[in-house]
Nanobody, 112 residues
Framework: QVQLVESGGGLVQPGGSLRLSCAVS????????MGWYRQAPGKQRELVAT???????NYADSVKGRFTISRDNAKNTGYLQMDSLKPEDTAVYYC??????WGQGTQVTVSS
């Protein structure tokens, strides 16, 4: 059973930065794509960014130029670097691995 453990959420002021991490158990991390999603109160979960096993990335228009997805296959860990954060980025952020397994979610709140 694959397990995902997220960390790095918190409260940050507008314009600030956070880095989310997603540690994946087992030895298959390097073989599959992973992504980050978010869900704000009263809204549907939406895709934020994806990265393929080969390192190709894709971003939602709302975060392009501000967020960066990356992965470290040696550490079985994916990351989401979030810069120039806005109040509308406030949500629970989830990582997803191999289009199948989900993390538990981590709260990101952008507020002054």
């Amino acid at each position: 059973q694959v397990q995902l453990v997220e960390s790095g959420g918190g409260l940050v002021q507008p314009g600030g930065s956070l880095r989310l991490s997603c540690a994946v158990s087992g030895s298959i991390f390097r073989l599959y794509d992973m992504g980050w999603y978010r869900q704000a109160p009263g809204k549907q979960r939406e895709l934020v960014a994806t990265i393929t096993s080969g390192g190709n990335t894709n971003y939602a228009d709302s975060v392009k130029g501000r967020f960066t997805i990356s992965r470290d296959n040696a550490k079985n860990t994916g990351y989401l670097q979030m810069d120039s954060l806005k109040p509308e980025d406030t949500a629970v952020y989830y990582c997803r691995f191999a289009w199948r397994w989900w993390g538990q979610g981590t709260q990101v709140t952008v507020s002054s």
